[in-house]
């Protein structure tokens, strides 16, 4: 008689393990998607604060003639070789970014060759947007993704 009623239990049961399985799965999703995408969001501006680094940091190191150079106003030479120091560096997101963009500054404006810079700048800006999740972190951090800027300011040695 026992076995009669443990029998009929188990087939009562029957199935639900898979509707505890629906009632707790979209939690343990929410669980895993907020720690990944903020791991991609601090691996992201990591490699965005390096980019910044290194390119404030070859700008610093430039010669006077590389900084003055007769560029009449342009942009020298060194601050687009800092652009794109960052960029390069940049390249090992850059499938996961909305946009990225680098800037050079002497003295808190665009470096222009017409005088030596007490302080050289690196500014990067990168816009990440979650492309597993999105669905759950689009609400959070807009459609346009979340805005990260790294900022680099490093005194001129050739000063």
């Given at each position: 008689m026992k076995t009669l009623f443990s029998r009929r239990h188990r087939q009562a049961e029957r199935g639900s393990v898979a509707i505890e399985a629906a009632?707790?799965?979209?939690v343990l999703i929410l669980f895993l998607a907020v720690p990944l995408f903020l791991a991609r969001i601090f691996w992201y501006y990591s490699v965005a604060e390096k980019a910044a680094h290194d390119g404030a940091r070859f700008l610093s190191q430039a010669s006077?003639?590389?900084?003055?150079?007769?560029?009449?106003?342009?942009?020298?030479?060194?601050?687009?070789?800092?652009?794109?120091?960052?960029?390069?560096?940049?390249?090992?997101?850059?499938?996961?970014?909305?946009?990225?963009?680098?800037?050079?500054?002497?003295?808190?404006?665009?470096?222009?060759?017409?005088s030596v810079p007490t302080y050289v700048r690196m500014n990067v800006q990168i816009r990440v947007r979650d492309q597993i999740f999105g669905f759950i972190t689009?609400?959070?951090?807009?459609?346009?993704?979340?805005l990260l800027t790294a900022d680099v300011t490093m005194r001129y040695a050739g000063h």
């Open positions: 009632i707790i799965l979209p006077r003639m590389e900084i003055q150079g007769s560029t009449g106003g342009l942009e020298p030479g060194v601050a687009a070789i800092a652009r794109a120091i960052a960029n390069a560096e940049l390249d090992e997101i850059r499938p996961g970014l909305i946009g990225a963009s680098p800037t050079a500054q002497c003295d808190g404006i665009t470096c222009n060759g017409l689009d609400p959070l951090f807009g459609d346009e993704g979340l």
